[in-house]
């Protein structure tokens, strides 16, 4: 069964489509990755404080969307792609570095994409959280909101193949004991401050192109922030 995941109690009018929006989220951002388990409608509705004819229509609504299914009486996030299984059985720096291309040969082209596709909600959305990437950030704090950013843009390129083929991709960045330890050695903590805050700056010209809805500078701006990253990475982590 998913982990339980904290979910905001539902206060407005709009019951059954605030839960969907939430769920919804969670599923875009990789809290709850395509095959998981959803959880129970009892479970839901206990998080929500709504009542569970109100979940019940929200998840026949993410079914109708395609973003769940059904497998006999229990729900699952959808998942079209098989798992994306990473032998690491090289160095961790070559192991980043070779996320890291696959990465830029995914993400820039989805995020061109979803600059000329996305609706109002989306660019108003990734405004909102380019917004916290301010003051002093701390890494894993950090790394929750660049998630966050990165795989709301590429929502919207609204192809779910490449959504989830490039979540899956992400999957292996943030969560590989690699990328991990070059973030939190003691050694790199100050080069790891620096990356974050070159980090936000570029998410600030990633923000503005994909608001501005150009395809062009959305290209740019998000290669020469992969780049950025990948460089100072690999060249000046220990």
């Known amino acids: 069964m998913a982990e339980e995941l904290p979910?905001?109690?539902?206060?407005?009018?709009?019951?059954?489509?605030?839960?969907?929006a939430q769920l919804q989220r969670r599923i875009m951002i990789g809290d709850l990755a395509p095959g998981t388990r959803m959880p129970s409608e009892r479970d839901l509705s206990e998080q929500f404080h709504v009542a569970r004819t109100s979940v019940r229509e929200a998840m026949q609504g993410l079914?109708?969307?395609?973003?769940?299914?059904?497998?006999?009486?229990?729900?699952?996030?959808?998942?079209?792609?098989?798992?994306?299984v990473v032998d690491r059985s090289t160095d961790r720096k070559t192991f980043v570095a070779e996320l890291f291309e696959t990465r830029r040969v995914l993400e820039v082209p989805i995020f061109?994409?979803?600059?000329?596709?996305?609706?109002?909600?989306?660019?108003?959305r990734v405004a909102a959280?380019?917004?916290l990437f301010v003051g002093d950030l701390d890494i894993e704090e950090f790394r929750r909101l660049d998630r966050e950013f990165h795989t709301t843009i590429a929502a919207s390129c609204d192809n779910p193949f490449l959504v989830e083929l490039y979540g899956k991709v992400l999957d292996q960045l943030f969560k590989s004991h690699e990328f991990d330890d070059l973030l939190s050695d003691e050694k790199n903590r100050p080069e790891v401050r620096r990356i974050v805050s070159?980090?936000?700056?570029?998410?600030?010209?990633?923000?503005?192109?994909?608001?501005?809805?150009?395809?062009?500078?959305?290209?740019?701006?998000?290669?020469?922030h992969l780049a950025t990253v990948e460089q100072a990475m690999l060249g000046n982590l220990l």
Request: glycine share 4%.
């Open 7 to 20: 979910f905001e109690p539902i206060t407005r009018d709009t019951v059954s489509s605030q839960i969907r």
């Open 129 to 131: 959280v380019a917004e």
């Open 198 to 224: 070159d980090a936000c700056n570029a998410h600030e010209a990633i923000a503005a192109a994909f608001r501005e809805g150009d395809p062009a500078a959305m290209k740019s701006a998000t290669a020469v």
């Open 63 to 84: 079914v109708s969307l395609g973003v769940i299914e059904r497998r006999g009486n229990r729900s699952y996030v959808a998942e079209h792609l098989p798992e994306v």
């Open 112 to 124: 061109e994409i979803a600059a000329s596709r996305a609706d109002d909600e989306a660019r108003t």
